[in-house]
Each structure stands twice: as C-alpha cells, then as structure tokens.
Antibody, heavy 122, light 107 residues
Framework: VQLRESGPGVVKPSETLSLTCTLSGGSISNHFWSWVRQAPGKGLEWIGY???????NYNPSLKSRVVMFLATSRNEFSLRLTSVTAADTGIYYC?????????????????WGPGTLVIVSS | DIVLTQSPGTLSLSPGESATLSCRATQSLNNKQLAWYRQRPGQAPRLLIY???NRATGIPDRFSGSGSGTDFTLSLSRLEPEDYGVYYCQQYGDSYTFGQGTKLEIK
C-alpha cells in the first residue's frame, strides 16, 4: 500500500485548503484513513480520520473547520480545512489507521504518504 | 487531552552503543495504547512499535518497546548510522496525540 498527497502548495488566508490522498496497491474500503500535519520545525498533530461507512472523527481543536470524505471509486480520500490562517502552514500527511487487536481501538498510523507542504500566504 | 512528554530532548551516541528513549503520559494508557515512530529529515514518520511492544513490519529486533500505565520506553541496541532522526511516541487511548520528540544523533 502506498499513499500520495496532492493539492495546492499555497492557499490564501481565510480560504479553504483542499488536499487529496490517493491510494495504490490496495483498496480504500473497509479501513480508516487519517490526516496528520506538522508545522515547520514542529511536532505532529492529528487532524482526523474517516471511513467509507461515513464514520469520522476530528481533532476537537479543528473540528469546526474540518471535513474529510472518501471517493471509493477513485480510491482516494480528501481533506478540507476552511478559514485557514498562517497557523495552518505545514506539511500535511495522509496515513492509514491501524486497528489494535488488544484494545480494539483505532491506533497507530501506518503507512504514511510522503507529505505535501501547504503555505498559507496572500 | 493526554499529554506525552519525551526525554531526553537530544541523544548523541556512537555506533554500537545503546539508546533508551522515554515517553511519559499524563493519564494511564490501560491497554498499552502507545506507538513509536522515527522521522528522518525531509521524510514522513515511519512506524516502529505499536501497542507499546509490537514491532512493525520490517523493523529489526534491535528496536524494542516496553512499559505500561504512564511510562513507556523505546530501546535501541547496537546503534547504526542510519538510526539517526527524531523519535516520536503517540498515544491512542484518548483521541490521538504525539510527544514532542527525541532527537537521536549518531556520532
């Protein structure tokens, strides 16, 4: 399974950031898929996850601005983040969410796409 | 939110030595809901350990994870030059959060 992010490298403040993650070597169905971001020189922040059943969950700090959805026919999933500011600048990664057989919880992220840099600037 | 604190901030070791990285959570992760990643400059993170002690596919047995409750450890033995990078822990007991990272330098 390989993932690759795509989308505009620059987004204007107050506009909507739209990214797509395309999967190859596997099916997007019946799995959970996530977005994680990393501000320049900073740590990692989980944005949310989505499943083809419609099940989704977002980071509470971003929930009011985030939507994720799948396009199973194209084997891809997408992120939309509205009303962006400079604080949304960073590398955005897509990843598959692993399911723990111990806790039966959604857990780790593997594999990851290479990431795409998004700069919020006018 | 569960906050993860990693220590030390930086480790500088020589090839062949061993490294011990720590991750402490503000709440107990009852089902060992913790993962470890390595991120090299310009690359995406790579999963090393999940459920606190299970190695991910392709990860050599020089890497081992341990711990429970609030205290977890990633141990690396027989360090190799390619082990450099920033190591992150991540919890999935309550939402998903990452530690701030430990930078491992190989002399």
């Amino acid at each position: 399974v390989q993932l690759r992010e795509s989308g505009p490298g620059v987004v204007k403040p107050s506009e909507t950031l739209s990214l797509t993650c395309t999967l190859s070597g596997g099916s997007i169905s019946n799995h959970f898929w996530s977005w994680v971001r990393q501000a320049p020189g900073k740590g990692l922040e989980w944005i949310g996850y989505v499943h083809n059943s419609g099940n989704s969950n977002y980071n509470p700090s971003l929930k009011s601005r985030v939507v994720m959805f799948l396009a199973t026919s194209r084997n891809e999933f997408s992120l939309r983040l509205t009303s962006v500011t400079a604080a949304d600048t960073g590398i955005y990664y897509c990843a598959k969410v692993g399911l723990s057989t111990v806790s039966l919880n959604l857990g780790w992220f593997d594999p990851w796409g290479p990431g795409t840099l998004v700069i919020v600037s006018s | 939110d569960i906050v993860l604190t990693q220590s030390p901030g930086t480790l500088s070791l020589s090839p062949g030595e061993s490294a011990t990285l720590s991750c402490r959570a503000t709440q107990s992760l009852n089902n060992k809901q913790l993962a470890w990643y390595r991120q090299r400059p310009g690359q995406a993170p790579r999963l090393l350990i999940y459920d606190a002690s299970n190695r991910a596919t392709g990860i050599p047995d020089r890497f081992s994870g341990s711990g429970s409750g609030t205290d977890f450890t990633l141990s690396l033995s027989r360090l190799e030059p390619e082990d450099y990078g920033v190591y992150y822990c991540q919890q999935y007991g309550d939402s998903y959060t990452f530690g701030q990272g430990t930078k491992l330098e190989i002399k």
